[in-house]
Protein backbone atom coordinates (compact mmCIF):
# COMPACT_ATOMS: atom_id res chain seq x y z
CA UNK A 1 0.00 0.00 0.00
CA UNK A 2 1.52 3.28 -0.55
CA UNK A 3 1.81 5.66 2.20
CA UNK A 4 1.23 9.42 1.10
CA UNK A 5 2.20 12.71 3.53
CA UNK A 6 -0.20 15.57 3.85
CA UNK A 7 1.67 18.22 5.38
CA UNK A 8 -0.57 21.02 6.82
CA UNK A 9 0.43 24.92 6.70
CA UNK A 10 -3.02 26.63 6.88
CA UNK A 11 -4.86 29.02 4.76
CA UNK A 12 -8.28 29.07 3.70
CA UNK A 13 -8.62 25.04 3.12
CA UNK A 14 -8.12 24.88 6.71
CA UNK A 15 -10.39 27.92 8.24
CA UNK A 16 -14.80 28.23 8.31
CA UNK A 17 -17.02 30.47 7.58
CA UNK A 18 -18.94 32.39 10.58
CA UNK A 19 -22.46 32.19 9.50
CA UNK A 20 -23.86 35.20 10.91
CA UNK A 21 -20.98 37.60 9.87
CA UNK A 22 -19.61 36.37 6.32
CA UNK A 23 -16.19 36.23 8.12
CA UNK A 24 -13.61 33.23 7.17
CA UNK A 25 -11.07 32.54 9.98
CA UNK A 26 -7.99 30.85 11.13
CA UNK A 27 -9.45 27.37 13.04
CA UNK A 28 -7.94 23.90 14.18
CA UNK A 29 -9.90 22.04 11.47
CA UNK A 30 -8.54 19.97 8.74
CA UNK A 31 -10.26 18.84 5.55
CA UNK A 32 -9.62 15.29 6.18
CA UNK A 33 -11.99 15.71 9.34
CA UNK A 34 -14.71 16.12 6.61
CA UNK A 35 -14.23 12.43 5.43
CA UNK A 36 -15.84 10.77 8.44
CA UNK A 37 -15.34 7.00 8.21
CA UNK A 38 -14.22 7.28 4.42
CA UNK A 39 -11.34 4.58 3.75
CA UNK A 40 -8.17 5.22 1.20
CA UNK A 41 -6.38 3.13 -1.11
CA UNK A 42 -3.44 5.23 0.23
CA UNK A 43 -2.05 4.77 3.88
CA UNK A 44 -2.64 8.54 4.49
CA UNK A 45 -0.73 10.54 7.16
CA UNK A 46 -0.90 13.95 8.73
CA UNK A 47 1.48 16.54 9.76
CA UNK A 48 0.98 19.75 10.80
CA UNK A 49 3.29 22.34 10.59
CA UNK A 50 2.24 25.58 10.51
CA UNK A 51 -1.61 27.17 11.02
CA UNK A 52 -1.05 30.48 9.10
CA UNK A 53 -2.83 32.56 6.42
CA UNK A 54 -0.77 32.12 3.39
CA UNK A 55 -0.16 36.09 3.51
CA UNK A 56 1.79 35.60 7.32
CA UNK A 57 3.85 33.11 5.08
CA UNK A 58 7.50 34.34 5.14
CA UNK A 59 10.57 32.93 3.03
CA UNK A 60 11.49 31.62 6.69
CA UNK A 61 8.69 29.37 6.43
CA UNK A 62 9.48 28.17 3.18
CA UNK A 63 12.94 27.13 3.65
CA UNK A 64 11.92 25.63 7.14
CA UNK A 65 8.88 23.67 5.06
CA UNK A 66 11.32 22.44 2.76
CA UNK A 67 13.32 21.19 5.18
CA UNK A 68 11.23 19.62 6.41
CA UNK A 69 9.60 17.90 4.08
CA UNK A 70 13.62 17.01 2.61
CA UNK A 71 13.91 14.85 6.21
CA UNK A 72 10.80 13.17 5.98
CA UNK A 73 11.63 12.02 2.73
CA UNK A 74 14.81 10.94 3.41
CA UNK A 75 13.82 8.89 6.94
CA UNK A 76 10.16 7.47 5.69
CA UNK A 77 9.64 5.31 2.42
CA UNK A 78 6.62 8.07 1.41
CA UNK A 79 5.24 7.12 -2.15
CA UNK A 80 4.19 10.97 -2.01
CA UNK A 81 3.65 14.27 -0.06
CA UNK A 82 1.32 16.99 -0.25
CA UNK A 83 1.31 20.25 1.33
CA UNK A 84 -2.15 22.14 2.02
CA UNK A 85 -1.15 26.18 1.63
CA UNK A 86 -3.04 29.34 1.23
CA UNK A 87 -4.02 30.94 -2.02
CA UNK A 88 -2.41 34.46 -1.76
CA UNK A 89 1.33 32.93 -1.89
CA UNK A 90 0.75 29.62 -3.05
CA UNK A 91 2.71 30.01 -5.92
CA UNK A 92 5.34 31.43 -4.36
CA UNK A 93 5.96 28.48 -1.96
CA UNK A 94 5.36 26.40 -4.53
CA UNK A 95 8.08 27.64 -6.75
CA UNK A 96 10.56 27.83 -3.69
CA UNK A 97 9.96 24.17 -2.92
CA UNK A 98 10.59 23.49 -6.75
CA UNK A 99 13.87 25.17 -6.46
CA UNK A 100 15.35 23.51 -3.60
CA UNK A 101 13.95 20.05 -3.47
CA UNK A 102 15.56 17.52 -5.27
CA UNK A 103 12.58 15.25 -5.12
CA UNK A 104 12.46 11.69 -6.11
CA UNK A 105 8.69 11.61 -5.43
CA UNK A 106 5.66 13.19 -6.46
CA UNK A 107 5.00 16.68 -4.73
CA UNK A 108 2.21 18.34 -5.05
CA UNK A 109 0.86 21.69 -3.37
CA UNK A 110 -3.26 22.39 -3.16
CA UNK A 111 -5.25 24.34 -1.64
CA UNK A 112 -8.95 26.43 -1.70
CA UNK A 113 -10.94 29.59 -2.72
CA UNK A 114 -13.79 28.51 -0.63
CA UNK A 115 -13.77 27.59 3.55
CA UNK A 116 -15.06 23.89 4.61
CA UNK A 117 -18.45 25.20 5.24
CA UNK A 118 -19.25 27.70 2.75
CA UNK A 119 -21.77 26.07 -0.05
CA UNK A 120 -19.58 25.19 -2.59
CA UNK A 121 -16.57 24.53 -0.90
CA UNK A 122 -13.46 23.22 -3.05
CA UNK A 123 -11.03 22.73 -0.28
CA UNK A 124 -11.74 18.89 0.28
CA UNK A 125 -12.41 18.31 -3.70
CA UNK A 126 -8.61 19.44 -4.72
CA UNK A 127 -6.96 17.42 -1.33
CA UNK A 128 -8.50 14.40 -2.76
CA UNK A 129 -7.62 15.37 -6.63
CA UNK A 130 -4.04 15.90 -5.39
CA UNK A 131 -3.98 12.60 -3.19
CA UNK A 132 -4.81 11.06 -6.38
CA UNK A 133 -2.17 13.07 -8.29
CA UNK A 134 0.72 12.36 -5.99
CA UNK A 135 -0.12 8.44 -6.04
CA UNK A 136 -0.04 7.83 -9.84
CA UNK A 137 3.49 7.24 -11.14
CA UNK A 138 3.04 9.65 -13.64
CA UNK A 139 3.79 12.09 -11.78
CA UNK A 140 7.51 11.23 -10.64
CA UNK A 141 9.95 13.54 -12.05
CA UNK A 142 7.58 16.71 -13.20
CA UNK A 143 8.92 18.66 -10.25
CA UNK A 144 6.80 20.11 -7.75
CA UNK A 145 3.32 20.42 -9.15
CA UNK A 146 0.29 22.49 -7.93
CA UNK A 147 -3.40 20.94 -8.13
CA UNK A 148 -6.55 22.60 -8.07
CA UNK A 149 -9.65 22.54 -10.43
CA UNK A 150 -9.32 19.54 -11.90
CA UNK A 151 -5.96 21.20 -13.28
CA UNK A 152 -2.47 20.35 -12.96
CA UNK A 153 0.10 23.15 -13.46
CA UNK A 154 3.82 23.30 -12.90
CA UNK A 155 5.16 25.36 -9.90
CA UNK A 156 6.99 27.75 -12.75
CA UNK A 157 4.40 29.13 -14.39
CA UNK A 158 1.19 28.47 -12.46
CA UNK A 159 -0.01 31.72 -10.72
CA UNK A 160 -3.35 33.01 -9.19
CA UNK A 161 -5.59 34.88 -12.16
CA UNK A 162 -8.70 36.10 -10.08
CA UNK A 163 -9.51 37.20 -6.66
CA UNK A 164 -12.50 34.81 -5.96
CA UNK A 165 -12.83 32.33 -8.68
CA UNK A 166 -12.38 28.84 -7.67
CA UNK A 167 -10.41 28.48 -11.21
CA UNK A 168 -8.42 30.95 -10.48
CA UNK A 169 -4.83 29.05 -10.82
CA UNK A 170 -3.79 29.13 -14.49
CA UNK A 171 -0.33 28.73 -16.25
CA UNK A 172 -0.76 32.01 -18.61
CA UNK A 173 2.59 30.85 -20.77
CA UNK A 174 1.72 27.14 -21.55
CA UNK A 175 -1.78 25.91 -19.95
CA UNK A 176 -1.69 23.11 -17.47
CA UNK A 177 -0.10 20.06 -17.95
CA UNK A 178 -2.36 17.92 -17.33
CA UNK A 179 -6.43 16.94 -15.88
CA UNK A 180 -7.29 14.78 -13.30
CA UNK A 181 -10.82 12.72 -14.23
CA UNK A 182 -12.86 10.90 -11.87
CA UNK A 183 -11.14 7.45 -13.00
CA UNK A 184 -7.49 9.04 -13.81
CA UNK A 185 -5.02 11.38 -14.35
CA UNK A 186 -4.02 12.52 -17.60
CA UNK A 187 -0.36 14.34 -18.20
CA UNK A 188 0.32 16.20 -21.42
CA UNK A 189 3.16 18.16 -21.20
CA UNK A 190 6.53 17.54 -19.04
CA UNK A 191 9.50 20.87 -18.49
CA UNK A 192 12.32 20.61 -20.09
CA UNK A 193 14.51 22.27 -17.15
CA UNK A 194 15.41 20.88 -14.07
CA UNK A 195 16.82 23.42 -11.36
CA UNK A 196 17.82 22.62 -8.10
CA UNK A 197 19.45 24.91 -5.63
CA UNK A 198 19.51 23.46 -1.94
CA UNK A 199 21.05 26.60 -0.01
CA UNK A 200 21.46 26.08 4.25
CA UNK A 201 19.62 29.55 4.33
CA UNK A 202 17.94 32.53 2.87
CA UNK A 203 19.76 35.70 4.77
CA UNK A 204 19.38 38.57 1.66
CA UNK A 205 16.93 41.55 0.94
CA UNK A 206 15.19 41.74 -2.32
CA UNK A 207 12.01 43.90 -3.58
CA UNK A 208 9.81 43.88 -5.93
CA UNK A 209 8.39 46.81 -7.50
CA UNK A 210 6.36 47.06 -11.05
CA UNK A 211 6.46 50.14 -13.29
CA UNK A 212 3.64 52.37 -14.42
CA UNK A 213 3.65 55.54 -16.20
CA UNK A 214 4.59 58.42 -15.03
CA UNK A 215 6.56 56.73 -12.09
CA UNK A 216 9.21 59.05 -10.32
CA UNK A 217 12.58 57.83 -9.29
CA UNK A 218 12.33 58.67 -5.53
CA UNK A 219 10.82 55.12 -5.57
CA UNK A 220 13.89 53.41 -6.66
CA UNK A 221 15.76 56.06 -4.65
CA UNK A 222 14.04 54.69 -1.56
CA UNK A 223 14.29 51.47 -2.33
CA UNK A 224 18.05 51.49 -2.77
CA UNK A 225 18.50 53.22 0.18
CA UNK A 226 17.00 50.53 2.73
CA UNK A 227 20.11 48.27 2.10
CA UNK A 228 18.42 45.62 -0.47
CA UNK A 229 20.12 42.85 -1.84
CA UNK A 230 18.85 42.61 -5.32
CA UNK A 231 15.76 44.22 -6.84
CA UNK A 232 13.12 42.95 -9.14
CA UNK A 233 11.52 45.35 -11.33
CA UNK A 234 8.33 44.35 -13.43
CA UNK A 235 8.85 46.68 -16.68
CA UNK A 236 6.43 47.55 -19.07
CA UNK A 237 5.77 45.35 -22.42
CA UNK A 238 8.84 43.65 -23.42
CA UNK A 239 10.65 45.16 -20.85
CA UNK A 240 10.61 48.72 -20.81
CA UNK A 241 10.74 51.38 -17.90
CA UNK A 242 9.98 55.10 -17.88
CA UNK A 243 13.01 57.31 -18.71
CA UNK A 244 13.10 58.90 -15.22
CA UNK A 245 14.20 55.45 -13.62
CA UNK A 246 17.51 54.98 -15.81
CA UNK A 247 19.80 56.54 -13.36
CA UNK A 248 18.56 55.10 -10.03
CA UNK A 249 19.11 51.86 -11.90
CA UNK A 250 22.32 52.54 -13.20
CA UNK A 251 23.14 54.03 -9.40
CA UNK A 252 22.14 50.96 -7.83
CA UNK A 253 24.19 48.16 -10.93
CA UNK A 254 27.32 50.17 -9.84
CA UNK A 255 27.17 49.63 -6.46
CA UNK A 256 27.00 45.98 -7.24
CA UNK A 257 23.48 45.63 -6.18
CA UNK A 258 21.71 43.58 -9.16
CA UNK A 259 18.49 44.10 -10.90
CA UNK A 260 15.92 41.46 -12.73
CA UNK A 261 13.78 42.73 -15.11
CA UNK A 262 10.39 40.97 -15.90
CA UNK A 263 7.50 42.19 -17.16
CA UNK A 264 4.23 42.82 -15.88
CA UNK A 265 2.54 41.27 -19.01
CA UNK A 266 0.74 37.87 -17.99
CA UNK A 267 2.73 36.54 -21.23
CA UNK A 268 5.39 36.29 -23.18
CA UNK A 269 9.27 37.03 -21.72
CA UNK A 270 11.68 40.25 -21.45
CA UNK A 271 13.45 40.90 -24.94
CA UNK A 272 16.26 44.17 -25.10
CA UNK A 273 14.60 45.14 -28.16
CA UNK A 274 14.39 49.24 -27.80
CA UNK A 275 17.17 51.48 -27.85
CA UNK A 276 15.41 54.37 -26.78
CA UNK A 277 16.38 55.98 -23.05
CA UNK A 278 14.17 53.13 -20.72
CA UNK A 279 14.39 50.84 -23.60
CA UNK A 280 15.35 47.07 -22.93
CA UNK A 281 18.47 46.88 -25.02
CA UNK A 282 19.85 50.18 -22.71
CA UNK A 283 18.89 48.15 -20.15
CA UNK A 284 20.62 45.26 -21.07
CA UNK A 285 23.81 47.31 -21.81
CA UNK A 286 23.72 48.48 -18.45
CA UNK A 287 23.77 45.57 -16.65
CA UNK A 288 20.45 44.13 -16.02
CA UNK A 289 19.22 40.79 -16.08
CA UNK A 290 16.52 39.54 -18.20
CA UNK A 291 14.65 37.11 -17.13
CA UNK A 292 12.94 34.02 -19.08
CA UNK A 293 9.37 34.01 -18.88
CA UNK A 294 8.80 34.11 -14.79
CA UNK A 295 6.47 36.39 -12.70
CA UNK A 296 7.54 39.20 -10.29
CA UNK A 297 7.06 37.15 -7.13
CA UNK A 298 8.64 34.05 -8.95
CA UNK A 299 11.62 36.17 -10.07
CA UNK A 300 12.15 37.34 -6.16
CA UNK A 301 12.43 34.08 -5.15
CA UNK A 302 14.53 33.02 -7.67
CA UNK A 303 17.02 35.98 -6.64
CA UNK A 304 16.66 35.08 -2.76
CA UNK A 305 18.32 31.77 -4.08
CA UNK A 306 20.13 32.50 -6.06
CA UNK A 307 22.20 35.47 -4.26
CA UNK A 308 22.97 32.70 -1.79
CA UNK A 309 25.03 30.97 -4.59
CA UNK A 310 26.61 34.35 -6.15
CA UNK A 311 26.82 37.54 -6.50
CA UNK A 312 28.79 37.61 -9.57
CA UNK A 313 26.45 38.98 -12.25
CA UNK A 314 27.22 36.89 -15.22
CA UNK A 315 26.91 33.66 -12.95
CA UNK A 316 23.49 35.21 -12.22
CA UNK A 317 22.25 35.71 -15.53
CA UNK A 318 22.64 32.12 -16.38
CA UNK A 319 20.89 30.94 -13.37
CA UNK A 320 18.10 33.33 -14.74
CA UNK A 321 18.36 32.18 -18.13
CA UNK A 322 17.12 28.65 -17.24
Do not use: W
Not at 11 to 37: A, C, Q, Y
Not at 155 to 165: E, F, H, Q, R
Not at 231 to 251: D, F, H, R, S, Y
Request: charged share 20%; glycine share 8%; with cysteine.
Amino acid sequence: MKKILIVHTGGTISMKEDRLTGEVSVTDSHPLENLGGSSFEQRIEEDFLYNLPSPHITPYHMINLAKHMKEKIQTNNYSGIVVTHGTDTLEETAYFLDLYLQATIPIVITGAMRSSNEIGSDGLYNLLSAIKVVSTHDSVDKGVLVVMNDEIHTAKYVTKTSTSNVATFQSPQFGPIGIITKQSVHFYQKLITDEVYPVSNLTKKVALIKTYAGMESTLIEAIYQSGIDGLIIEGLGQGNVPETLVKPLETMLNNNVPIVLVSRCFKGIVQPTYSYNGGGKQLKDMGVIFTNGLTGPKARIKLLIALEITQNIYELQRIFDL
